[in-house]
């Protein structure tokens, strides 16, 4: 099976292509970004980008993204200044994680949001991260961190 991930065109075989793309992507590539949280599609711990889309990794299998394009966290910042997604760096600077093992579900959830609604408002953040749990209570600090994205997004565009 081919893959396009982060930027780069992958082989996968084909033994695997009823495998649960997470495990193939942290065991298979060493790409440990995405998080095993739930395995059910209600945590979000494991989103990743399938063409642009975040998506759950741990309902995907290999065979489902074949020729799509898969970016996850390691491969997000790419093309940006210091290798960070603006909207990590947000994260950064709003001091977002707290144990940190959600953060992958939110950094892919918030820049899928921005590239498909640059300036959203608060309904348009709570419908886009409302799916991605934290058990640490972050999401106050994560909305923050959201806007500040989309505004230094806008300054650069
Ligand atoms: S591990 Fe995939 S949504 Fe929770
Ligand atoms: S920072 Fe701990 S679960 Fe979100």
Do not use: W
């Not at 997470?22 to 399938?50: I, S, W, Y």
Request: charged share 15%; net charge negative; hydrophobic share 45%.
């Amino acid at each position: 099976l081919k893959i396009n991930l982060n930027g780069r065109d992958e082989t996968v075989p084909a033994l695997l292509e009823n495998d649960p793309l997470l495990f193939v992507l942290r065991d298979g590539f060493g790409l440990n970004g995405p998080k095993f949280g739930c395995g059910e599609a209600t945590c979000g711990a494991c989103l990743v980008h399938v063409d642009g889309v975040a998506l759950p990794s741990c309902q995907l299998t290999c065979a489902d993204v074949a020729g799509r394009q898969v970016v996850t966290l390691e491969g997000l910042g790419a093309g940006h200044k210091d290798g960070l997604h603006p909207v990590q760096h947000a994260f950064l600077v709003h001091s977002v994680p707290q144990c940190g093992y959600c953060q992958n579900g939110q950094v892919m959830a918030a820049s899928a949001l921005l590239a498909a609604n640059p300036r959203p408002d608060e309904p348009a953040v709570a419908a886009a991260m409302d799916p991605v749990l934290c058990r640490c209570g972050t999401q106050t600090r994560i909305r923050a961190a959201i806007h500040a994205a989309a505004r230094a997004m806008a300054e650069v565009a």
